[in-house]
């Protein structure tokens, strides 16, 4: 098992940044693959990014690339999540997640689940 702790979030004014933090424990942080979700009032759990246990492979929803960038200290057992040029779509309760599989886009594919931090982007 692996147990997830997130970091950061909060209030941002728009075009602002934040950086999400999760740090693992549990079993060996480099076998699983780390994922961020997000979800706002009223509306389903959704993809943000996830990374391959190696760290070599990143993949993020279409509609964040080039704002937001996934990565992952396997020496730490933390992955990072940095949010650039935030709008106030962007506002939802953001999660990380682990499985100890491939990549994949799909929360249901995950197994273990971070508390989830407050992002609120105000215009």
């Known amino acids: 098992q692996v147990q997830l702790a997130q970091s950061g979030g909060g209030l941002v004014q728009a075009g602002g940044s934040l950086r999400l933090s999760c740090a693992a424990s549990g079993r060996t942080f480099s076998s699983y693959t780390m994922g961020w979700f997000r979800q706002a009032p009223g509306k389903e759990r959704e993809f943000v990014a996830t990374v391959a246990r190696a760290a070599n492979v990143t993949y993020y929803a279409d509609s964040l690339k080039g704002r937001f960038t996934l990565s992952r200290d396997n020496a730490k057992n933390t992955v990072y999540l940095e949010m650039n040029s935030l709008k106030p779509e962007d506002t939802a309760v953001y999660y990380c997640?682990?499985?100890?599989?491939?990549?994949?886009?799909?929360?249901?594919?995950?197994?273990?689940w971070g508390q989830g931090t407050q992002v609120t982007v105000s215009s």
């Open positions: 997640a682990a499985r100890d599989s491939i990549t994949s886009r799909y929360p249901d594919d995950y197994n273990y």
